[in-house]
Protein backbone atom coordinates (compact mmCIF):
# COMPACT_ATOMS: atom_id res chain seq x y z
CA UNK A 1 0.00 0.00 0.00
CA UNK A 2 0.84 3.50 -0.86
CA UNK A 3 0.61 6.93 0.94
CA UNK A 4 -1.46 9.61 0.12
CA UNK A 5 -2.48 12.49 2.03
CA UNK A 6 -6.39 13.05 2.44
CA UNK A 7 -6.87 15.74 -1.08
CA UNK A 8 -6.08 12.54 -3.21
CA UNK A 9 -2.32 14.18 -3.64
CA UNK A 10 0.14 11.59 -3.35
CA UNK A 11 4.08 12.84 -2.62
CA UNK A 12 4.06 12.36 -6.20
CA UNK A 13 1.23 14.12 -7.21
CA UNK A 14 -2.07 13.96 -8.93
CA UNK A 15 -3.17 10.36 -8.76
CA UNK A 16 -4.97 8.16 -11.38
CA UNK A 17 -6.56 4.25 -10.76
CA UNK A 18 -7.68 2.15 -13.04
CA UNK A 19 -10.25 -1.06 -12.07
CA UNK A 20 -11.29 -3.73 -14.15
CA UNK A 21 -14.62 -5.91 -12.99
CA UNK A 22 -15.49 -9.25 -14.55
CA UNK A 23 -18.60 -9.98 -12.80
CA UNK A 24 -17.45 -12.61 -10.74
CA UNK A 25 -14.23 -11.38 -8.35
CA UNK A 26 -14.41 -7.57 -6.42
CA UNK A 27 -12.57 -5.02 -8.82
CA UNK A 28 -9.36 -4.87 -8.97
CA UNK A 29 -6.25 -2.52 -9.42
CA UNK A 30 -5.46 -2.55 -13.21
CA UNK A 31 -2.99 0.39 -13.40
CA UNK A 32 -1.89 3.19 -11.13
CA UNK A 33 -0.31 6.40 -11.77
CA UNK A 34 0.72 9.95 -10.58
CA UNK A 35 1.13 13.32 -12.89
CA UNK A 36 1.99 11.73 -16.63
CA UNK A 37 1.32 8.23 -16.35
CA UNK A 38 -2.14 9.62 -14.71
CA UNK A 39 -2.61 11.33 -17.63
CA UNK A 40 -2.05 8.79 -20.05
CA UNK A 41 -3.93 6.16 -17.98
CA UNK A 42 -7.10 8.61 -18.33
CA UNK A 43 -5.91 9.45 -22.22
CA UNK A 44 -6.15 5.71 -22.71
CA UNK A 45 -9.54 5.25 -21.25
CA UNK A 46 -11.39 8.31 -22.91
CA UNK A 47 -9.69 6.44 -26.37
CA UNK A 48 -11.58 3.36 -25.61
CA UNK A 49 -14.80 5.07 -24.47
CA UNK A 50 -13.97 4.09 -20.71
CA UNK A 51 -16.34 6.66 -18.55
CA UNK A 52 -13.93 8.19 -15.90
CA UNK A 53 -15.11 9.35 -12.40
CA UNK A 54 -13.25 11.85 -10.61
CA UNK A 55 -13.28 11.69 -6.94
CA UNK A 56 -10.06 13.21 -4.81
CA UNK A 57 -10.40 11.01 -1.81
CA UNK A 58 -11.42 7.95 -3.21
CA UNK A 59 -8.55 8.19 -5.58
CA UNK A 60 -6.33 8.29 -2.74
CA UNK A 61 -7.85 5.42 -0.84
CA UNK A 62 -7.55 3.50 -3.90
CA UNK A 63 -3.74 4.54 -4.71
CA UNK A 64 -2.65 2.95 -1.79
CA UNK A 65 -3.63 -0.42 -3.51
CA UNK A 66 -1.05 -2.74 -5.17
CA UNK A 67 -1.03 -3.63 -8.87
CA UNK A 68 -3.72 -6.52 -8.65
CA UNK A 69 -5.01 -6.33 -5.63
CA UNK A 70 -8.66 -6.72 -5.08
CA UNK A 71 -10.63 -3.53 -3.62
CA UNK A 72 -11.42 -3.59 0.28
CA UNK A 73 -14.94 -5.13 1.27
CA UNK A 74 -15.49 -1.52 2.55
CA UNK A 75 -15.30 0.57 -0.81
CA UNK A 76 -17.51 -2.42 -2.19
CA UNK A 77 -20.80 -0.13 -2.39
CA UNK A 78 -19.71 2.77 -3.57
CA UNK A 79 -17.64 1.22 -6.26
CA UNK A 80 -20.59 -0.70 -7.03
CA UNK A 81 -22.33 2.66 -7.51
CA UNK A 82 -19.61 3.93 -9.80
CA UNK A 83 -19.98 0.86 -11.87
CA UNK A 84 -23.35 0.78 -12.31
CA UNK A 85 -23.41 4.33 -13.42
CA UNK A 86 -20.08 3.98 -15.77
CA UNK A 87 -22.32 0.79 -17.49
CA UNK A 88 -25.59 3.12 -17.51
CA UNK A 89 -23.78 5.47 -19.54
CA UNK A 90 -22.02 2.96 -22.29
CA UNK A 91 -25.88 1.81 -22.71
CA UNK A 92 -25.05 -1.59 -20.86
CA UNK A 93 -27.14 -3.37 -18.46
CA UNK A 94 -27.04 -6.90 -16.60
CA UNK A 95 -28.58 -9.22 -19.59
CA UNK A 96 -25.38 -7.57 -21.66
CA UNK A 97 -23.19 -9.67 -18.98
CA UNK A 98 -24.67 -13.08 -19.53
CA UNK A 99 -23.81 -13.50 -23.33
CA UNK A 100 -20.96 -15.48 -23.64
Known sequence: MRDTDK??????????????YDGQNAPAVT?????DIARQIMEIAEEHGVPLYEDPDLAALLSRLDL????????YRVIAEI??????L?????EDF???
Open 7 to 20: SGQTDQGQAAIALK
Open 31 to 35: ATGQN
Open 68 to 75: GEEIPETL
Open 83 to 88: LAYAFY
Open 90 to 94: QGKTP
Open 98 to 100: ADP
